[in-house]
């Protein structure tokens, strides 16, 4: 048997033996009751994260090592966070920054850098963050002008489009090492939208990327679609965020994107009023029976037969970005978690939306 094929056996088996040994990384914005509800989450639960992770024991690692602990095989512990903040918002320096210090906490910014270079003032101010940085934060990449990168413009060529997306990653690059000393290759997609030319792209230039569909991490995940859970709005309560925090990835061996006859999707880029479906193989099929799924907080329709589990969307999709969410309930009372996103065009295949 080949060593390839050995490995392959081995990073298996640690996924289903020891599906406690995960991570969760969660994704803010703005920290701040003035700002956009989708997008905030007041300083008062942002405190009150912070004091959970602490009362319970949580080690909050600095992103570059979570991953570096991933690639290795090396998580061998279930409580584990990361937290990241995308945009890098004033309030961000502001109102968390001195949080993170009190608690002593890590932390990554991903920053989308043109807004900085023109000194918005909704934005940091490279100087402040060079302060978060010589204070153990971790600046990262969001591109330069926080584009959809899944979209080509008008007339654009495929070659034009590589081209005009590796020059946003690699200006946002030279403009953080330049600024602040740092070049980690970690970048968080703009909105959190990404197809398999995208990632072809990452995977090229040779990043990790974060998405913002939800989920924990763990050994031999994806490190061109990472999930984190988003905490803006409800979905940073202090009793989901509990849950949250407590997740362990869904070990899934195989998955598939399907169309509405079940044919095969190589994207998850679909036209609006299409009802789109995800196939799941599961490592353990115990779980198919405590498998929930749901869009939009409507439950969906499962179909089972063994360890495969098919989630059809019951109604058409409108345009925009929609998900998945998929949780079974363990008997020590922790879910484990799976998402897909999907990016939804209008029904002559045009983008709909902006932000």
């Not at 043109?114 to 000194?119: H, K």
């Not at 509990?242 to 994107?257: F, G, S, Y």
Request: glycine share 8%; net charge negative; proline share 5%.
């Amino acid at each position: 048997m080949c060593q390839r094929v050995l490995s392959a056996i081995l990073l298996l088996s640690m996924l289903v033996s020891a599906p406690g040994y995960s991570a969760v990384i969660l994704q803010y914005h703005h920290i701040s009751e003035q700002t956009p509800s989708a997008t905030s989450t007041s300083p008062e639960r942002f405190k009150q994260h912070l004091d959970y992770l602490k009362q319970k024991q949580f080690h909050v690692v600095p992103l570059p090592e979570l991953i570096k602990r991933i690639k290795n095989g090396v998580l061998t512990d279930d409580k584990i966070v990361a937290i990241t903040f995308d945009d890098g918002y004033r309030s961000v320096y502001e109102e968390a920054f001195p949080l993170l210090r009190q608690y002593g906490f890590a932390f990554t910014v991903f920053v989308n850098t043109e807004p900085l270079d023109r000194g918005a003032s909704e934005f940091v101010t490279w100087d402040e963050l060079k302060e978060m940085a010589q204070a153990g934060g971790t600046i990262a990449n969001h591109t330069t002008t926080h584009p959809h990168m899944v979209r080509l413009l008008e007339d654009e060529t495929v070659k034009q489009w590589q081209e005009r997306m590796a020059r946003e990653i690699t200006a946002a690059q030279k403009a953080i090492a330049e600024n602040l000393g740092q070049s980690e290759k970690l970048l968080a997609y703009p909105y959190g939208e990404f197809d398999a030319k995208v990632t072809a792209l990452v995977q090229q230039l040779g990043f990790t990327g974060f998405g913002q569909h939800s989920g924990a991490v763990g050994v031999g995940a994806d490190v061109l679609r990472l999930p984190r859970f988003p905490m803006g709005a409800n979905f940073g309560e202090l009793d989901s965020f509990a849950t949250k925090v407590n997740t362990r990835p869904l070990a899934v061996n195989e998955w598939q994107l399907l169309d509405d006859d079940n044919r095969p999707l190589q994207e998850a880029v679909i036209t609006a009023g299409s009802r789109p479906a995800l196939l799941l193989t599961l490592a353990q099929a115990s779980l198919t029976s405590h498998l929930r799924c749901y869009l939009q907080g409507e439950q969906l329709q499962l179909e089972v037969d063994g360890s495969k589990v098919t989630v059809k969307a019951g109604q058409g999709l409108a345009p925009g970005r929609s998900r998945f969410n998929c949780t079974a309930r363990a008997e020590d009372g922790r879910y484990y978690w799976y998402s897909q996103p999907w990016l939804v065009t209008g029904e002559d295949g045009q983008w709909q939306h902006e932000s």
